[in-house]
């Protein structure tokens, strides 16, 4: 499996996941983890699940239900990095999750830096004026689709600068 955090060249960075179909987004973490799907166009992501962590059996049997219910055609796992971009213990972890994942299901398996998404997600949750325990209920898979988000995001094709020539004419 060949991982991609978005820190690699372009030639190393060829695309593992197809196009178009939905794709499920993980922000992994050893007490739950957080799950986020995307549309089939690959365009939008949303917040799908927070699974309390069963042990790997009960993992796969509430994944396997998630598979059967979306159909992906792929996982993109987060990759914790220190904000160096150095990889940490959570990453080798996060890389270990990814590696079960591909093994149990043999769908192709892409990274993404997750640095600052539980950040993020919880400036959401706060400013949504959450309590602490709405927030702990919807942090993990807030912070999975604010990830899958970025991955869809980096995947899309950068729109081309508008030109003067392309600008409407002022009236």
Known sequence: MEALDGQQSAAESAPLLPKNGMVLGFDYGTKRLGIAVSDRDQRFASPLYNHQRQGLQGDERFLRRVLMEYRPVGFVVGLPLHMNGDESQKSQEARGFAT?????????????????????????????????????????????????????DRRRPAAPAQTSEDAPAEQ
């Open 100 to 152: 079960w994942l591909t093994g149990l299901f043999g769908l192709p398996c892409e990274f993404q830096d997750e640095r600052l998404t539980s950040w993020q997600a919880e400036s959401l949750l706060l400013a949504a004026e959450f309590t602490k325990k709405q927030r702990k209920e919807r942090m993990d898979k807030l912070a999975a689709q604010i990830l899958l988000q970025a991955w869809l």
